[in-house]
């Protein structure tokens, strides 16, 4: 099956560091990738929608100048956390969705292990 | 989006079925109904979808209710790695809102 891979897995940092995230889809191409947030014990909140080569869309309530979403290839999706703080400590996951047409796929999104950021 | 309605939790013995229920009274003729499960510390996985008629797969059986009210996720043996949390959800068929809206799903406990 489609193998979307998140790097790193986990990061520890200081706050009023910025922290990278990295999601790839490694066997296919991605035009539109997702980016959710799950605190514990809670469900997971779709955060923004990561289009390749434009803008991202980001959900009511999301700041765009803290969490900077590229996507510049569509293969590759980057979240940035900027200044994070201890309140930005979360699990974060994205997923990709396969191009429409992909035989028998087309309507599952595949989503990668996720990335749990500590901020001290 | 339309809303789901699951249970909080449920609890089954290891090797019986397990059926687990979603209620989304307000889905539009359109919406597909997607399960998908996460298991502790990952990323959710797809596990089944479907429109109108019931749908098998490797992984499990989706039952969906005549007025698709109300569908039932089946897993036909679970296992002590089938203890997730399941979530239904309601996906448009319109291509361009790919968005996934994740309710709180279901916590399932198996019992060896």
């Known amino acids: 099956g489609a193998v979307v891979s998140q790097h790193p897995s986990w990061v520890i940092c200081k706050s009023g560091t910025s922290v990278k995230i990295e999601c790839r889809s490694l066997?296919?191409?991605?035009?539109?990738m997702f980016w959710y947030r799950q605190f514990p014990k809670q469900s997971l909140m779709l955060m923004a929608t990561s289009n390749e080569g434009s803008k991202a869309t980001y959900e009511q309530g999301v700041e765009k100048d803290k969490f900077l979403i590229n996507h510049a290839s569509l293969t590759l999706s980057t979240l940035t956390v900027t200044s994070a703080h201890p309140e930005d400590s979360s699990f974060y996951i994205c997923?990709?969705?396969?191009?429409?047409?992909?035989?028998?796929?087309?309507?599952?999104?595949?989503f990668g292990p996720g990335t749990r950021l500590t901020v001290l | 989006d339309a809303k789901t309605t699951q249970p909080n939790s449920m609890e089954s013995n290891e090797e019986e079925p397990v059926h687990l229920p979603c209620n989304h009274s307000t889905i539009s003729g359109t919406d597909y109904i997607h399960w998908y499960r996460q298991l502790p510390s990952q990323g959710p996985e797809y596990v089944i979808h479907?429109?109108?008629s019931n749908v098998n797969n490797r992984m499990a059986s989706l039952a969906i209710a005549e007025d698709r009210k109300s569908s039932t996720l089946i897993l036909h043996r679970a296992t002590l790695r089938d203890a997730a949390v399941y979530y239904c959800?309601?996906?448009?068929?319109?291509?361009?809102?790919?968005?996934?809206?994740f309710g709180t799903g279901t916590r399932l406990t198996i019992i060896p």
């Open positions: 479907g429109l109108t």
């Open positions: 959800i309601l996906r448009a068929t319109n291509f361009g809102n790919e968005k996934l809206t």
């Open positions: 997923s990709a969705r396969p191009p429409l047409g992909t035989s028998g796929r087309r309507r599952e999104q595949f």
């Open positions: 066997d296919f191409q991605a035009t539109t």
